[in-house]
């Protein structure tokens, strides 16, 4: 039995802007992933606000993607989809 690989909607591959590239790399990538990645690249830099977890504090490589210093987790997925293209 053949497995079918997802193509559509947040399986669908984008390519990350120069920016968000710095975080998850220049490949292609389902969009799914590209979340995964940012959110692995927050977790690994510390990047949640201590008192309240759902606020990211962006460095330097995040600010390029947000175009700001903090943004709550709600708030990221907006940023981060100007930063795609299918």
């Known amino acids: 039995m053949a ?3 997802k ?5 669908a591959p984008v390519q990350p802007s120069p920016e968000l590239g ?3 790399g220049n490949e292609k990538l389902p969009r799914s ?8 690249y927050i977790k690994s830099n510390k990047l949640q606000n201590p008192e309240n977890k759902r606020e990211i504090l962006a460095d ?3 600010k ?3 175009g700001r210093d903090k943004c709550t987790m709600f708030e ?11």
């Open 76 to 86: 990221m997925n907006k940023y981060i989809s100007q930063h795609v293209k299918a």
């Open 60 to 62: 330097e490589k995040l």
């Open 3 to 5: 497995t079918t690989t």
């Open 33 to 40: 992933q590209v979340i995964s990645k940012v959110w692995d």
């Open 22 to 24: 710095a975080i998850v």
């Open 64 to 66: 390029k993607v947000f």
């Open 7 to 11: 193509t559509g909607g947040i399986h």
